[in-house]
């Protein structure tokens, strides 16, 4: 029994502190306008994507993360639009965030080889939490007449709240190398419940991969099995993670192994809840690609929490009108392991 209320009060703490960062996604190639609003417009296809995010579903009421984002290049204009929805879920409150964000992209050749793309995020968020969830120690009370009411002053300075977020980033890729920088909630929205200040620190990425190709013979073959090495380093106030990892794919199945933590800070107490390792697994087609991973929680939260499951959908669709004199993707979209 002790052993259960000392780690239900380390959970507590745990999740006061991580619910003072955004939540993110393992599977961070496919939610890249989640990590960089440069990735907008980076294929020629309209591209439509899914994120499903369950952290610790062995908790009531843990982290429950969904993304869908939306972006297309606009050739002619040499830019990229997206349009970016998240809505993330925690505790037993149903503390809710909800965005909703505008990206753009405009895209600088450097060289036949090379493209720079800097981009911009304009966003509005909304945070709430369910009143009627929530217990104050006055509700404790039973009276006659059955009801439970409250005179806690906290009650009455609860209510919604919406902010205005922006971002940026820079990407420099080719058709096999990418690297990139974002800096996410510029402005330092306030997003207080409490009619105070709890401003969202900002929160910077660096994040660069590259697909090493299997065979390079002299004859022409249907599929090539490659390899994709890569890493995401965020920080974001007192919290900083790294991420590496590295993709195999045979189309059209991809196998990932992602490792995420920092070894020299697995014992801090801003960094005792983030190490993971990550075995991601895929199926991709040419408009098509859908992935699972399951994240095995490795720091002192141990396999009681349930690690995290996490779905990705992605769709490529392209115009009509093009399909006929579509031209084969001069710089192909990154990261990705789409063809």
Not at 287 to 302: K, M, N, R, V, W
Not at 317 to 326: D, E, G, H, V, Y
Request: aromatic content about 16%; glycine content about 8%.
């Amino acid at each position: 029994m002790m052993k259960t209320w000392l780690f239900i009060l380390f959970f507590c703490c745990i999740a006061i502190r991580v619910m003072g960062q955004d939540p993110h996604f393992s599977q961070y190639y496919a939610a890249p306008l989640y990590l960089n609003p440069a990735f907008a417009g980076t294929g020629n296809d309209h591209r439509f994507i899914a994120n499903y995010r369950n952290q610790w579903p062995n908790l009531a009421n843990g982290f429950v993360t969904y993304s869908f984002s939306y972006d297309y290049n606009i050739q002619d204009l040499r830019s990229g639009v997206g349009l970016l929805v998240g809505v993330d879920k925690a505790g037993s409150a149903n503390l809710r965030s909800t965005s909703v964000g505008f990206l753009y992209s405009y895209k600088v050749q450097l060289s036949n080889k090379w493209m720079l793309t800097p981009g911009l995020y304009f966003g509005y968020g909304q945070r709430n939490i369910d009143f009627n969830k929530l217990v104050f120690g006055d509700q404790l009370e039973f009276r006659n007449d059955g009801q439970v009411p409250t005179t806690d002053p906290t009650f009455g300075n609860l209510g919604s709240t919406a902010y205005f977020d922006f971002g940026a980033g820079l990407l420099m890729y080719n058709k096999t190398f990418w690297a990139g920088f974002s800096a996410q909630h510029i402005n330092e929205p306030n997003r207080s419940l409490l009619g105070e200040e709890s401003k969202i620190p900002v929160k910077t990425s660096v994040h660069a991969g590259v697909k090493i190709p299997l065979y390079n013979g002299v004859f022409k073959r249907d599929r090539i099995s490659t390899l994709a090495p890569s890493f995401v380093y965020q920080n974001q106030g007192s919290f900083d993670q790294l991420d590496v990892g590295l993709h195999f794919l045979y189309e059209p199945v991809m196998i990932g192994v992602w490792y995420r933590g920092i070894p020299i800070q697995q014992n801090t107490k801003d960094n005792v809840s983030q190490d993971a390792a990550v075995l991601i697994l895929g199926l991709q087609f040419d408009q098509l690609e859908i992935a699972y991973s399951y994240d095995f929680t490795i720091s002192e939260l141990g396999s009681v929490s349930g690690g995290a499951h996490e779905v990705s959908l992605k769709y490529l669709m392209a115009l009509s009108f093009r399909n006929k004199t579509k031209k084969k993707d001069k710089f192909i979209p990154c990261p990705t392991f789409m063809k």
